[in-house]
């Protein structure tokens, strides 16, 4: 209802100065709780897209039609996105809690002392360094102290620092997964790692190929790979440990991007649990929160932290520290905790509606992997050309990445969910059913 009533006002159907039935003849209306009627138009007025006035209840705000309105002198906008997006690893970004982040950002201003203002803390703010490795012990099973958390921009500049300590120490050959997210790569490339491709089967990471892959370190998303979405088996993740115990200053990089959002049982522990002195723990809020945040945490083997922040210092000196305080606070409230617990609802209802959707109007395709993420697999029938899909896609303003980037031909996509509402699933599903049999 939320979703519905702001993009009634962001689309001008509901005008600037409409006003909004009372939250009690709305949920009566729809048949839900006041509670929830309530939240939600609290939520929109902390938007800024409703204004509640004493005496004349809740109205569309003056300025909500014009504020997505292009402005004189405003930015060059951004292409759009597909109407259709199926965009792997993006959450749902009506969703992120804004109230609750303007909360915990109103109360880091007002609480910091002037000394927080100063340059940051290269390996992040002590508050937040403090909450997430209480966070990551309780959800995820990380062993870490708040010295051994560095905070990061992303996943991604976590890959990227870890790269630059691995280089420095001249051990920069890295094993990653064959297939893996491409950006990863040319960002541990840039960062002077040399990438080894080691391929996964349905039991993730082949250890067997990596023993004989004269690695340094490996990239692994042993909770749920990306992106076939296969989980890590139970002796792979011991056979990882032992190859990187076998010898000297080998480190496995944990990515746990999407660790907290499985929907078929409890999440499996993250492997640094196990060996934290072998590991190197990288986690983003850009699947529970929103990427455009770009705050992430590596949790380091006893030492590297150092290593790490000195890198950070030579990049750019540290994350923001408002934000960074923020996040602290909201860790530290229920508000993070609501989210992933709605997050998973919210995905598991639309994994289910997508998936139902691909049997009606895909038959023959198959979906694989985890009940888990934000994302799953399709394999098709039969391989369809690259090109003509693309196309045909773009005709229906739907935007799907196959599962194998840069080849003339494609047998598998990956279907990000999350952003989608259910009925938007099941028009983009059919949107996909007839480009397929155009580009057939
Ligand atoms: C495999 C994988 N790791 C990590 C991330 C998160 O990256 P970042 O924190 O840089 O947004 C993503 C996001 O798409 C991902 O797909």
Do not use: C
């Not at 064959?178 to 990863?184: G, Q, V």
């Not at 050309?385 to 990956?414: D, K, M, N, Q, Y």
């Amino acid at each position: 209802m939320e979703e519905a009533l702001r993009a009634a006002v962001r689309a001008g159907r509901l005008e600037p100065g409409d006003r909004l039935p009372s939250t009690r003849t709305l949920a009566r209306d729809l048949g839900v709780s006041r509670r929830l009627v309530v939240e939600a138009y609290a939520q929109l007025t902390s938007e800024g897209l409703l204004e509640a006035r004493q005496g004349s209840g809740t109205r569309v705000a003056a300025r909500s039609a014009a504020a997505d309105a292009p402005r004189r002198g405003a930015a060059p906008a951004r292409p759009a996105r597909p109407a259709y997006d199926f965009f792997p690893g993006v959450p749902d970004l009506t969703a992120f809690p804004r109230a609750a982040w303007q909360r915990a950002l109103r109360t880091a201003l007002s609480t910091a002392p002037a000394s927080a203002l100063h340059y940051p803390d290269p390996a992040g703010a002590p508050e937040l360094r403090a909450a997430l490795a209480a966070h990551l012990a309780r959800s995820r099973g990380v062993e870490t102290t708040p010295q051994d958390v560095v905070v990061t921009a992303g996943a991604r500049q976590a890959l990227q620092l870890l790269a630059r300590v691995l280089a420095r120490r001249g051990q920069a050959r890295v094993a990653v997964e064959d297939p893996t997210l491409p950006p990863h790569v040319h960002v541990l490339r840039a960062a002077g790692a040399r990438t080894i491709r080691v391929p996964v089967d349905a039991d993730g990471i082949d250890t067997a190929r990596l023993a004989g892959a004269a690695a340094d370190a490996v990239l692994v998303t042993p909770a749920h790979q990306f992106p076939l979405g296969v989980a890590l088996a139970p002796e792979r993740r011991t056979a990882l440990l032992e190859w990187a115990s076998a010898a000297p200053g080998r480190l496995v990089i944990e990515d746990d991007y999407d660790g907290e959002l499985r929907y078929d049982r409890r999440p499996v522990r993250a492997l640094q649990g196990r060996a934290p002195e072998l590991v190197a723990y990288v986690g983003s809020v850009s699947k529970a929160l929103a990427p455009a945040l770009r705050i992430g945490w590596i949790a380091a083997p006893p030492g590297l932290a150092a290593e790490l922040a000195r890198e950070r210092e030579l990049l750019d000196g540290g994350n923001p520290v408002l934000d960074q305080l923020a996040l602290a606070e909201l860790l530290g409230s229920a508000a993070y905790d609501r989210q992933i617990r709605l997050a998973r609802r919210r995905n598991r209802a639309r994994r289910d509606a997508l998936v139902a959707a691909l049997a009606t109007h895909v038959p023959g395709a198959r979906v694989t992997g985890l009940a888990a993420g934000l994302h799953v697999v399709v394999r098709l029938r039969r391989p369809v050309a690259a090109a003509p899909l693309a196309a045909a896609l773009a005709a229906r303003e739907v935007g799907v990445v196959p599962l194998l980037w840069e080849r003339e031909s494609t047998a598998a996509l990956v279907l990000g969910y999350a952003a989608l509402p259910e009925p938007a699933l099941a028009e983009g599903v059919r949107r996909l059913a007839a480009a397929l049999a155009e580009a057939a």
